[in-house]
């Protein structure tokens, strides 16, 4: 079965940097389009990221020139480097796998916090 598994969360300061990875399995990864999204306490579920198979990308205009989304096929992994970090930045940031007339794939989420 499909499984997306993230990395890479923890503490860190305003300004500060991280980068998250997710290690697909179980689909062929080319054909997905990727992306990460977010959600905080009390908030919806938002879409930070996305990246198609060859590579297109989008953000979320608040993540505009600190945030990058990348993926490496031959590794079945898609990652977000953070930079910049603010504090509203802080959430629970999840993995998603999608792919035309196939159901949407979830990870299990990492946290990100941006404290000092």
């Known amino acids: 079965q499909v499984q997306l598994v993230e990395s890479g969360g923890g503490l860190v300061q305003p300004g500060g940097s991280l980068r998250l990875s997710c290690a697909a399995s179980?689909?062929?990864?080319?054909?997905?389009?990727m992306g990460w999204y977010r959600q905080a306490p009390g908030k919806q579920r938002e879409l930070v990221a996305d990246?198609?198979?060859?590579?297109?990308?989008e953000y979320r205009d608040s993540v505009k020139g600190r945030f990058t989304i990348s993926r490496d096929n031959a590794k079945n992994t898609v990652y977000l480097q953070m930079t910049g970090l603010k504090p509203e930045d802080t959430a629970v940031y999840y993995c998603?796998?999608?792919?035309?007339?196939?159901?949407?794939?979830w990870g299990q989420g990492t946290q990100v916090t941006v404290s000092s």
């Open positions: 179980g689909l062929f990864f080319s054909m997905y389009n």
């Open positions: 990246i198609t198979g060859s590579s297109s990308t």
């Open positions: 998603h796998a999608k792919r035309r007339f196939t159901p949407d794939h």
